[in-house]
């Protein structure tokens, strides 16, 4: 859990990696810039900085490309190769939990 710590320690790449997930979430769910900016009311060029790692956000903002991609925040943060393990673990902590 090494990358999790990461985020703590190096503020600077959160926006890297924040902007990195949400690219390809958006790709992954075939959105264009345009397709986010309709379902967030944020203007595409600051979606597109966003992406880039250029701006730093407000929780409210980040709340609102989390809910149009319909994941959790946590999961924008995550560093690419932990999305898979911490994911598992999420799956079987619900279903524990039902």
């Given at each position: 859990?090494?990358?999790?710590?990461?985020?703590?320690?190096?503020?600077?790449?959160?926006?890297?990696?924040?902007?990195?997930?949400?690219?390809?979430?958006?790709?992954?769910?075939?959105?264009?810039?345009?397709?986010?900016?309709?379902?967030?009311?944020?203007?595409?060029?600051?979606?597109?900085?966003?992406?880039?790692?250029?701006?730093?956000?407000?929780?409210?903002?980040?709340?609102?490309?989390?809910?149009?991609?319909?994941?959790?925040?946590?999961?924008?943060f995550l560093p690419e190769d932990l999305v898979s393990v911490v994911m598992?673990?999420?799956?079987?902590?619900?279903?524990?939990?039902k």
């Open positions: 859990m090494k990358g999790i710590f990461l985020l703590m320690e190096n503020p600077e790449s959160n926006a890297i990696i924040l902007g990195k997930n949400l690219k390809r979430l958006r790709k992954e769910r075939k959105l264009t810039l345009v397709d986010l900016e309709v379902a967030t009311g944020i203007n595409n060029g600051e979606i597109s900085k966003i992406e880039r790692g250029l701006k730093n956000l407000e929780l409210i903002t980040i709340n609102k490309l989390a809910e149009a991609l319909k994941v959790d925040m946590f999961e924008l598992e673990n999420v799956v079987e902590y619900k279903k524990m939990k």
